[in-house]
């Protein structure tokens, strides 16, 4: 009896170790552009603040897929939870979204983050419930400026007849054939093999996005054009937010809070030595640029995206002060 007391002592002491482990909730987040970039690390923020803040409950799985417009169906289906993605293509699911794409409308950045995080930018997010998808927070690329192979721009006719690569963002399209070059919409995954064939000419990103995926190798000369500031959002699925407790849907508030947090900081460093590391590169950057010139060519744009766009919202954003 002694003997097989001992082994019934010895059997219950290891039932804890048997037990199931608390199951973990793996969620999955997509993002554009390298680990190594104002949206990579954004996205790396976020998956180890998530882990972090909820003591390993949630698994946070990042991928890299340059196809923003697929990430976006992506999250819309279910089949991926979060996407962190430029607002270009955004504007084909949630069409308030591109009153944001509107070139000149932001003074600089403190002017652009000031109205995303105020109560503007928070109505505009609670515009993607009814598209199926959950706009989450704000994040950035930050000003877009352009690149080309063929000569330096200073002013709009040095444009004339350039084919430059637009995202699939009907503003910016309307932009560029306004100021009389030739936008050829494509996704990203597919700008440096088109740059490398000619198929088109240059394309716009903020310096952020040229320098790290080296578009130096391909674009002879940037211009300072700070043209369009261009926001990032982090965009989920409503079924998997739904899913959420209260408390965890704080936390995860608290960690894409975080994502923001070292997303701009990013792009401010990558802004502030980016331009010296193009040209350490071997790139001609143009840094003397005439807005003037570039915002008077625009003007029968502007005329149509006050009837097309929300005239009175971007009065609100023009005339933004902050508290």
Same mark, same amino acid.
């Given at each position: 009896?002694?003997?097989?007391?001992?082994?019934?002592?010895?059997?219950?002491?290891?039932?804890?170790?048997?037990?199931?482990?608390?199951?973990?909730?793996?969620?999955?987040?997509?993002?554009?552009?390298?680990?190594?970039?104002?949206?990579?690390?954004?996205?790396?923020?976020?998956?180890?603040?998530?882990?972090?803040?909820?003591?390993?409950?949630?698994?946070?799985?990042?991928?890299?897929?340059?196809?923003?417009?697929?990430?976006?169906?992506?999250?819309?289906?279910?089949?991926?939870?979060?996407?962190?993605?430029?607002?270009?293509?955004?504007?084909?699911?949630?069409?308030?979204?591109?009153?944001?794409?509107?070139?000149?409308?932001?003074?600089?950045?403190?002017?652009?983050?000031?109205?995303?995080?105020?109560?503007?930018?928070?109505?505009?997010?609670?515009?993607?419930?009814?598209?199926?998808?959950?706009?989450?927070?704000?994040? =950035?690329? +930050?000003?877009?400026? *352009?690149?080309?192979?063929?000569?330096? %721009?200073? &002013?709009?006719? @040095?444009?004339?007849?350039?084919?430059?690569?637009?995202?699939?963002?009907?503003?910016?399209?309307?932009?560029?054939?306004?100021?009389?070059?030739?936008?050829?919409?494509?996704?990203?995954?597919?700008?440096?093999?088109?740059?490398?064939?000619?198929?088109?000419?240059?394309?716009?990103?903020?310096?952020?996005?040229?320098?790290?995926?080296?578009?130096?190798?391909?674009?002879?000369?940037?211009?300072?054009?700070?043209?369009?500031?261009?926001?990032?959002?982090?965009?989920?699925?409503?079924?998997?937010?739904?899913?959420?407790?209260?408390?965890?849907?704080?936390?995860?508030?608290?960690?894409?809070?975080?994502?923001?947090?070292?997303?701009?900081?990013?792009?401010?460093?990558?802004? =502030?030595? +980016?331009?010296?590391? *193009?040209?350490?590169?071997?790139?001609? %950057?143009? &840094?003397?640029? @005439?807005?003037?010139?570039?915002?008077?060519?625009?003007?029968?744009?502007?005329?149509?995206?006050?009837?097309?766009?929300?005239?009175?919202?971007?009065?609100?954003?023009?005339?933004?002060?902050?508290?």
């Amino acid at each position: 009896m002694k003997a097989y007391g001992r082994l019934a002592l010895a059997a219950m002491a290891l039932l804890p170790l048997a037990l199931p482990a608390q199951a973990q909730t793996r969620l999955t987040v997509q993002h554009a552009l390298p680990l190594d970039s104002h949206t990579g690390v954004g996205a790396h923020t976020f998956k180890t603040a998530m882990e972090r803040l909820t003591n390993g409950r949630f698994s946070v799985t990042t991928q890299r897929n340059d196809n923003e417009r697929e990430m976006v169906e992506s999250v819309q289906i279910g089949t991926i939870d979060c996407t962190f993605t430029s607002t270009g293509p955004v504007g084909n699911f949630v069409p308030e979204v591109r009153i944001f794409d509107v070139p000149f409308l932001f003074r600089d950045a403190t002017h652009a983050r000031g109205v995303l995080d105020s109560e503007i930018g928070q109505q505009v997010l609670a515009r993607f419930e009814p598209r199926g998808l959950v706009g989450v927070i704000w994040i =950035e690329n +930050g000003f877009r400026n *352009l690149t080309n192979s063929r000569r330096e %721009v200073h &002013t709009p006719a @040095d444009l004339r007849g350039m084919k430059i690569r637009t995202m699939e963002n009907q503003v910016h399209m309307r932009a560029f054939t306004t100021l009389g070059a030739l936008p050829t919409p494509m996704a990203f995954s597919e700008l440096v093999p088109a740059l490398q064939q000619g198929t088109v000419d240059g394309q716009e990103n903020p310096i952020s996005v040229i320098v790290a995926n080296n578009l130096n190798q391909v674009q002879r000369y940037m211009t300072m054009t700070r043209h369009v500031y261009s926001p990032q959002v982090m965009i989920c699925n409503p079924a998997m937010v739904a899913r959420l407790s209260p408390a965890d849907r704080a936390l995860f508030q608290q960690a894409a809070r975080e994502a923001q947090t070292a997303n701009r900081a990013r792009v401010t460093a990558d802004e =502030e030595a +980016g331009v010296a590391e *193009l040209r350490r590169r071997g790139m001609t %950057v143009v &840094t003397e640029v @005439d807005t003037a010139a570039f915002q008077t060519a625009l003007a029968p744009a502007f005329a149509e995206w006050q009837r097309t766009l929300d005239a009175a919202m971007l009065s609100r954003i023009r005339e933004w002060r902050g508290n």
